[in-house]
C-alpha cells in the first residue's frame, strides 16, 4: 500500500511539473525580450558556449548562436524541469540562477541574435553522397533543405552545428538517453547504424 500511495504522489508531481513547465514555455514566448538584459544573463552561459555562442569543435558544448528562440527557452523548460538530462546545465537553466521568466525570455532572444559564424567543427567528409541521400529523405521536412528549422514549430536550427555534438544528440535519441527527443524524428532515426548516424551527421554539420 505505501509502495502505492509513493508512486501516486510521483505521478502527481510529474503531472504538475508538465503543466508548469508548459506555462513557463508559453509565457516566455509571448513576453517581450530585453536583448540588454539577455546580454547581461548570457555571461552565465558564455563560460561553456564562449561569448559568441560557438560552442566547442570536439562537440562537449553546441553552437547557439542564432538558434532560435522558441528552441532555446523549450531546451531550458526541459532541463529546467529535468525532461531533458543535461546535469551540466541544470544550475544554469534553474530559476534561482538565470532568473525568472523573463530572464529566459532575454538570454533566448539574446542568444538568437548572435551572428552564425559558420565556423564549427566537421566529420571526415568520406561519406557525403550517403549523408546527403539521409538528409533528403529523412529531416528537411522539419529541418528544412539548409538546417535552419522552423522557429513557429519549434524545430530547432540544425545549421552549422557541430559534428561532434550532433553525432551524440542522434545516438542519443536513438538509444532512449533524450527523454525530451521529438517522436516523429525518433521513428525516423531508431534503425540507423551508427556509421548512418555519422554520415548524416556529418552532412548536416555542412550546411
Known amino acids: 500500500m505505501k509502495s502505492f500511495i509513493v508512486f501516486c504522489v510521483l505521478i ?11 506555462d ?5 514566448l509571448l513576453l517581450k525580450s530585453n536583448l540588454e538584459h539577455g546580454k547581461n544573463s548570457y555571461k552565465l552561459c558564455a563560460a561553456c558556449h564562449l561569448d559568441n555562442g560557438a560552442g566547442k569543435k570536439n562537440g562537449s558544448f553546441p553552437v547557439i548562436a542564432a538558434q532560435h528562440k522558441s528552441v532555446i527557452i523549450k531546451q531550458l523548460k526541459d532541463i529546467q524541469y529535468k525532461h531533458r538530462d543535461s546535469p551540466t546545465m541544470y544550475p544554469f537553466s534553474d530559476a534561482k540562477t538565470i532568473g525568472g521568466v523573463q530572464a529566459i525570455a532575454d538570454v533566448a532572444a539574446y542568444i538568437e541574435s548572435l551572428p552564425d559564424l ?4 566537421l566529420g571526415s567528409g568520406e561519406r557525403l553522397v550517403q549523408g546527403k541521400a539521409l538528409y533528403l529523405n529523412n529531416c528537411t521536412g522539419c529541418h528544412g533543405l539548409d538546417g535552419q528549422g522552423d522557429a513557429q514549430l519549434t524545430f530547432p536550427r540544425i545549421k ?7 553525432l551524440r544528440q542522434l ?3 536513438r538509444d532512449g538517453y533524450r527523454a ?7 521513428d525516423l532515426i531508431k534503425n ?9 551527421a556529418d552532412y548536416v554539420s555542412r550546411l
Do not use: C, R, T
Request: overall charge negative.
Open 12 to 22: 502527481y508531481q510529474a503531472i504538475i511539473n508538465s503543466v508548469f513547465a508548459q
Open 24 to 28: 513557463v514555455y508559453e509565457q516566455a
Open 118 to 121: 559558420g565556423n564549427n567543427g
Open 160 to 166: 552549422s552545428q557541430h559534428y561532434e555534438y550532433l
Open 171 to 173: 545516438k542519443w535519441m
Open 180 to 186: 525530451n527527443s521529438n517522436p516523429d524524428m525518433l
Open 192 to 200: 540507423m547504424s551508427d556509421l548512418e548516424l555519422s554520415d548524416l
